[in-house]
């Protein structure tokens, strides 16, 4: 059963959903030495960003960074989640380069899924015979995506891979995403959605569980869901 939080804007959206990756960092490193964390990229979590790099009780020596998904440019362009993570996290903390996991989207996807997928195991304790990150960030698009897995793609939906190459239907981009199976095994799971032209798929996902959908196919026991009032407005919210 996933747990809606719904917030008045994205900056209050973000801040709880910050919050609660703080405290999921917390219980992790009372017992480990590092908390792993896999960042979704786009717009939404830009917010997000800035209000982690503010949060000096965040030791990020500690942390491992990954990315769910990245697009096949190179690092220093717009289109990039390395990119933008870099510029609403990475330059503003203290962070060992060591503790960042790059997928290197200018070289051969093919290739770096591999080394992606190697990277991730020798940093990423496997439990279900699958990597289990400690906090996964997830977004939404417009049509019901999340991570680089995209509704036309079904074989993506149920790759048993640890990540794959996938392609952007809209305009055929290639792209390096982490697989659902991979997503459903960690231990938090989080979607960040919002704005209006979100609402109707987020109603289909949430409370239809409609298959069109690749975002229907998270599930995790702890899967919550942090959304602005905007993305909410159809839901069927029971308070
Ligand atoms: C990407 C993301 C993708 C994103 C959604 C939502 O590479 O684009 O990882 O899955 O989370 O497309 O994007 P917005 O936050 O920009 O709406």
Redesign the pocket.
């Known amino acids: 059963m996933s747990k809606v939080i719904v917030c008045e804007n994205i900056i209050d959206t973000s801040e709880k959903l910050a919050q609660d990756i703080y405290e999921s960092y917390l219980k992790t490193i009372q017992n480990s030495n590092f908390f792993t964390l896999a960042l ?6 830009k917010n997000l960003f800035s209000v982690l790099s503010e949060n000096k009780n965040l030791d990020w020596a500690k942390i491992k960074i990954f990315w ?4 096949c440019v190179k690092p220093d362009t717009e289109e990039s ?1 390395y990119f933008m993570t870099y510029e609403y996290l990475l330059k503003h903390i203290e962070i060992p380069d060591c503790n960042i996991f790059r997928i290197k989207g200018e070289d051969n996807a093919q290739e770096e899924v591999k080394r992606y997928i190697e990277s991730i195991k020798d940093n990423v304790p496997i439990k279900n015979n699958y990597p289990q990150f400690d906090y996964i960030v ?4 417009n049509d019901g ?4 897995i995209f509704p036309s793609n079904k074989e993506d939906i149920n790759s048993d891979k640890i990540a794959l190459v996938a392609m952007k239907p809209e305009n055929a981009q290639l ?1 390096i995403t982490l697989s659902l199976k991979t997503i459903n095994n960690a231990l938090d799971v989080s979607f960040l959605i919002s ?1 209006k032209d ?1 609402s109707e798929v987020l109603k289909e996902v949430i409370d239809n569980k409609n298959k069109i959908y690749p975002s229907t196919f998270v599930e995790n026991k702890n899967l919550k869901f942090f959304i602005d009032s905007k993305a909410s407005q159809l839901l069927k919210l029971q308070f």
């Open positions: 979704s990229g786009g717009n939404s979590p769910v998904d990245e697009r989640n997830l977004g939404m698009g995506h999340t991570a680089s792209r704005g979100k």
